[in-house]
């Protein structure tokens, strides 16, 4: 997919107004997968600069395509679910405009950095994270989760949101200690009108993906909560628990049953077709069959104490085995953080300045440059697939 014709290349155009607040263009951030492309923009107000929004668009030819009016339809689609999103620890969708030929969705800009960067830019021999900030982030994303989870239509029937690409990359901090769940471009919800799945395939990053999803079996917000748990574990150990550096072992098929190994089967020809990368899904795959409790319980026992108990359940492979909601698994880990004292967002903020203070003076005692953290990238930076 081009760059939608309509945009412009200078820094300071106007791209639009809506009511009394300019658009003013900055620049291009990046070209989505399904033709959005992502701009950052800054509002202009009678008083002056309003901060900077994300623009989500796509390019509406006047003779569209299919996959043009498929792209739109699905940022339609996003703006409309999150409507029914109004929670702190979620970053917002605003709205929609189209403005000659261009359809714009105008997404909160988080200002601060997802947990994927600030796991890259700390170095593994200097301590990352206390057992309070793995704690408090997970917390505060399960208690987005459940609100999530939990939304009711314009006549109290469920939507039944399920997010299902929640990782490092989709968890956010500020810089005042905030934690945001980004991008629910890619959830599953019983929206009126939504655009239905054409292939039965993990959604987002497939290294996150829940075994269900893996194996092409339903998915409910228990399979959110796995995904979290994956974050958690590797925010926590900087490994990944699905993707162990020793490979999987040789004898590990043998644990699969007839009806198990069509099942994967199913689940490889699934991803073959959605074009995912076949070595890589085939492991992943293969491990989402197969993993055992003890399995699990191996991993837990290099996790931090407080952690351990949570994660060994939310990380099992039988969905009936993990917590059942977002918010059983926020009130546990919530008290083991309060065993631990008082800690918010204000400890949040300061133990990140501290830890980034530590890693500046890290790399540069090593020689190397002290790459600062990006302040802004777009929360909803993936696919608006269903």
């Avoid at 301590?127 to 793995?134: D, H, V």
Wanted: charged letters at 25%.
């Amino acid at each position: 997919m081009s760059t939608p014709r309509k945009f412009p290349a200078r820094k300071g155009a106007i791209l639009f107004s809506a009511g009394q607040t300019a658009y003013e263009f900055v620049m291009v951030l990046e070209q989505g997968p399904h033709g959005e492309t992502l701009l950052l923009a800054r509002k202009r107000t009678a008083q002056g600069p309003a901060g900077d929004v994300i623009l989500k668009c796509v390019d509406l030819p006047a003779s569209p395509t299919a996959g043009a009016s498929r792209a739109a339809d699905r940022l339609a689609e996003e703006v409309r679910l999150a409507t029914y999103l109004c929670h702190p620890g979620i970053a917002r969708a605003h709205g929609l405009k189209q403005v000659e030929g261009v359809l714009y969705a105008i997404v909160e800009c988080v200002e601060g950095n997802s947990l994927n960067t600030l796991l890259s830019v700390v170095p593994e021999r200097i301590t990352r994270f206390s057992n309070a900030f793995l704690l408090y982030v997970g917390a505060e994303v399960a208690q987005a989760l459940h609100h999530a989870h939990t939304r009711t239509d314009d006549t109290g029937q469920p939507l039944g949101i399920i997010h299902r690409a929640v990782d490092l990359d989709r968890i956010w901090l500020t810089w005042s200690g905030q934690v945001k769940l980004t991008d629910f471009g890619l959830a599953l919800s019983k929206l009126s009108g939504r655009i239905a799945s054409t292939v039965q395939r993990p959604r987002g990053n497939a290294y996150y993906a829940s075994p269900e999803a893996l194996l092409g079996l339903t998915v409910d917000a228990r399979s959110d909560l796995f995904q979290l748990g994956l974050a958690l574990y590797e925010l926590a150990t900087g490994s990944h628990p699905m993707d162990p550096p020793e490979g999987l072992p040789a004898e590990v098929e043998q644990r699969l049953s007839a009806r198990e190994r069509q099942r994967v089967e199913e689940a490889l020809q699934a991803a073959t077709e959605a074009g995912l990368d076949g070595e890589v899904v085939e492991e992943l795959i293969l491990r989402a069959a197969t993993y055992t409790p003890q399995d699990v319980e191996h991993l837990a026992a290099k996790l931090p104490s407080p952690l351990r108990p949570s994660l060994n359940k939310v990380l099992q492979r039988d969905p009936d085995q993990r917590h059942h909601t977002a918010e059983e698994l926020e009130l546990e880990l919530r008290t083991q953080l309060a065993r631990l004292g008082a800690y918010g967002a204000q400890e949040a903020a300061e133990e990140l300045g501290e830890v980034l203070t530590q890693a500046g003076e890290e790399l540069v005692r090593l020689g190397g440059n002290f790459l600062p953290v990006h302040r802004r990238r777009s929360p909803d930076d993936v696919s608006t697939q269903p």
